[in-house]
């Protein structure tokens, strides 16, 4: 087997240290390295992009563009982990398991846009259920979680690591301006952005994110049961999205948003109260696993041919 190149364009990074990591051990590939003093060299810069099988970049979004701009061939594929080109023409969105060919479309890309750690959650549950007509495109959703403070970059997790009176909880981008937005209209197939209200936890890793649905949001005479169905079967068969079997409980451990932390793993369960009809969404998965480096490594093997879960670790 032919060892591929890749370069990690940002690879000093939250997201490129641990892309980093997840590769250290391949005997597959070729992990091309740029010195530290010439990191804004761009020269060296496009030297390397252009030496590389694949680019994965883990950059500012402007950064990422110029990244993008310095490649000047045609064989270099990229995968940018960057908001850059999330809705950009031409660019396959990197959840795999989105829809049933969406692995097909990554592998067959040169230009790759990894999601961001919040929209795998809304998008992995309401998608399935707009393709069933089960909700409509138009309904305006809410959308809220959790997740750990090395979601926010470096200087979050310096600033967290740094303070012992940190908030347990802090809740953010009260705006609703947040800049995952626009991937997760899109991609969830829906008409108007949701309500999202994003929580940061006093905790390293991990997310847990919820989507209530009022019966008023379903099709008419829709049981949860038949929620459950639709999600269910949509990700049947997959190594790293499981769906829970339905189950009426107050509370489960596995909830802990820290529970999937270390693998590729999105857990997805559904509860309600079939008397009222109410239902929630909920996700379980690592922000730095399938909410980012994960998910790189995830689409740079399906780009390479190579088998889908190398490199990555699934939840038993």
Not at 12 to 24: F, M, N, S, V, Y
Request: include cysteine; charge should be negative; proline fraction near 5%.
């Amino acid at each position: 087997m032919t060892r591929a190149k890749i370069f990690i364009d940002g690879e000093a990074g939250t997201t490129g240290l641990q892309i980093r990591e997840r590769l250290a051990t391949r005997t597959d590939i070729e992990l091309l390295s740029i010195s530290a003093d010439k990191r804004k060299d761009n020269d060296e810069r496009k030297r390397l992009l252009n030496a590389a099988d694949v680019a994965i970049l883990c950059l500012p979004d402007d950064a990422a563009k110029e990244s993008v701009s310095l490649i000047d061939n045609d064989t270099t594929a990229v995968i940018d982990a960057s908001t850059a080109h999330r809705v950009a023409d031409g660019w396959a969105y990197g959840f795999a398991e989105m829809t049933a060919d969406q692995a097909g479309i990554i592998a067959a890309s040169k230009r790759i846009a990894n999601p961001g750690c919040w929209p795998h959650g809304l998008i992995g549950t309401v998608r399935p259920l707009v393709e069933a007509g089960l909700v409509d495109a138009a309904t305006p959703l809410t959308y809220n979680g959790v997740s750990g403070y090395t979601g926010g970059g470096r200087k979050m997790v310096e600033d967290y690591e740094a303070d012992a009176d940190a908030a347990p909880l802090m809740p953010y981008a009260l705006t609703f301006k947040h800049k995952h937005l626009p991937e997760m209209q899109r991609y969830g197939l829906l008409t108007k952005a949701p309500l999202f209200v994003p929580t940061v936890g006093n905790f390293a890793q991990g997310m847990l994110t919820f989507v209530p649905l009022q019966p008023e949001m379903l099709a008419t005479g829709t049981t949860a049961r038949q929620v459950h169905a639709a999600i269910a079967d949509r990700y049947a068969g997959s190594t790293f999205v499981t769906v829970a079997p339905y189950a009426a409980v107050d509370k489960l451990p596995v909830l802990d948003p820290r529970s999937q932390n270390g693998t590729n793993n999105m857990q997805i369960f559904v509860f309600a109260n079939e008397a009222s009809g109410q239902i929630v969404l909920v996700s379980v998965y690592d922000n730095l696993g399938k909410g980012a480096s994960g998910a790189a490594v995830q689409n740079l093997n399906l780009v390479l041919g190579r088998a889908v879960d190398l490199g990555l670790r699934a939840a038993a």
